[in-house]
């Protein structure tokens, strides 16, 4: 289930960010408990990293809830809709891009189904298999989700130069590479 961070963890998250934040650097009570001999900033940039991610859920859980959606079931549509046409994936792949677990991959599959915005049909290079794709609707309905949050993320965005943009892009590509097939 979706859930939003609860307001307790994300003030105890924001208060320790925060901390570090306004030391423009790593504040030194953190020199003493981290273990010797590794990178505090390493600390830092999982903090902020885990914050981003709750703020991003935040946001993303409101928006696709005015839609009649969760964030999984976005997640789905979205992949698909990137993925180009014909819009479709297996569930297998659906679920290591996605990363839900299968029972969580096989709910939102049927959700979309239900509300008519994915359908599933039979692989055609695998007579086992099932494919998942988007419907017209599911077309519409992730085009329209998309063009919203990346409209949410332009403006968050205006105080970043594009070349510092692109500087964290190649460096989050590196780090979701660290993890393998299942980060790319």
């Given at each position: ?7 307790v963890d ?8 925060d901390?570090?934040?306004?030391h423009g650097?790593i504040?030194d009570?953190?020199h ?6 590794t ?5 830092l940039v ?5 914050r981003?991610?709750r ?6 859980d409101?928006?696709v809830r005015r839609h009649?959606?969760?964030?999984s079931?976005?997640r789905?549509?979205g992949?698909l809709?990137?993925n180009?046409?014909?819009?479709e ?6 679920n ?7 029972g969580g ?11 008519a ?5 039979a692989d055609?290079?695998?007579g ?6 988007l ?6 309905t ?12 332009e403006?968050?965005?205006t105080?970043?130069?594009a070349?510092?943009r692109t500087?964290?892009v190649d460096?989050?590509r590196?780090l ?6 299942a980060g790319?």
């Amino acid at each position: 289930m979706d859930t939003a961070p609860s307001p307790v963890d994300e003030r105890v998250d924001a208060q320790v960010v925060d901390a570090a934040w306004s030391h423009g650097d790593i504040p030194d009570a953190w020199h003493a408990v981290v273990p010797p001999g590794t990178d505090p900033s390493a600390l830092l940039v999982a903090l902020w990293l885990n914050r981003l991610g709750r703020l991003f859920e935040v946001n993303l859980d409101s928006l696709v809830r005015r839609h009649g959606l969760i964030p999984s079931e976005f997640r789905v549509l979205g992949t698909l809709l990137l993925n180009g046409s014909p819009y479709e994936l297996s569930p297998t792949l659906l679920n290591e891009i996605v990363v839900l677990t299968s029972g969580g991959m096989t709910k939102a599959v049927s959700r979309l189904e239900s509300v008519a915005l994915v359908e599933r049909h039979a692989d055609p290079s695998d007579g086992r298999g099932v494919l998942v794709r988007l419907t017209r609707s599911g077309i519409r309905t992730s085009r329209a989700l998309l063009a919203e949050l990346i409209s949410g993320f332009e403006d968050q965005l205006t105080t970043v130069a594009a070349t510092d943009r692109t500087t964290m892009v190649d460096s989050l590509r590196t780090l979701l590479g660290t993890y393998g097939p299942a980060g790319s």
